[in-house]
């Protein structure tokens, strides 16, 4: 089994969108471990505020069959290329101890260390993981950067039942 931590994300009926597709991943993968669901600015003031966390789960796939499932799923709600509205949108941040480029991705995600609304949840929810790459913990990571990160990206936790 490799651990895999992913990144969701919504500006479109948010909450809905990102219920399904934790409800779908639990279906597909079993157990799953999240973080607490953030608010933030798009970074297109027109466009609506997104909804983000964090998940960890485990699967037998291969990188590319995990890719494919999770990019069916964010098909199923509504996405597609060159929409500034994003129904669902999936990222795969880590893929085990993986370091490589995937499908044009860098692997671990580059958004790990230059997002608030990834780094953040990511260090609340495994405050001392090692970044595969950075082998720093992700609570360090995120006590080193937040200042930068938090100075031009706003964002907040949002209660959420799901």
């Known amino acids: ?13 948010p909450e809905q969108n990102l219920s399904r597709a934790l ?3 639990r279906n597909l993968f ?3 471990e999240c973080s607490r669901w953030y608010e933030s600015r798009a970074l297109n003031k027109q466009c609506p505020n997104y909804l983000n966390l964090v998940i960890a789960t485990q699967t037998n796939l291969s990188i590319d069959k995990l890719a494919t499932q999770l990019k069916a799923l964010e098909l199923e709600a509504g996405r597609h290329q060159g929409c500034e509205f994003c129904p669902l ?7 085990g101890d993986f ?7 860098q692997i671990p995600r580059a958004d790990l260390l230059n997002h608030a609304h990834v780094l953040l949840p990511l260090a609340e929810l495994y405050p001392d993981k090692l970044h595969p790459s ?3 913990s992700y609570l360090e990571l995120w006590t080193e950067r ?3 990160l938090l100075g031009s990206q706003l964002l907040w ?5 799901d």
Not at 1 to 12: D, K, P, R, V, Y
Not at 89 to 95: E, H, K, P, Q, Y
Not at 157 to 161: D, H, L
């Open 99 to 105: 370091i490589g480029e995937f499908n044009g991705s």
């Open 157 to 161: 936790p949002v209660q959420i039942n």
């Open 30 to 32: 079993g157990v799953i």
């Open 1 to 13: 089994m490799t651990e895999i931590l992913l990144g969701l994300g919504s500006n479109t009926d």
């Open 134 to 136: 950075q082998h720093s």
């Open 23 to 25: 409800t779908s991943i």
């Open 89 to 95: 949108d999936i990222d795969i941040l880590t893929f």
């Open 146 to 148: 937040q200042t930068e």
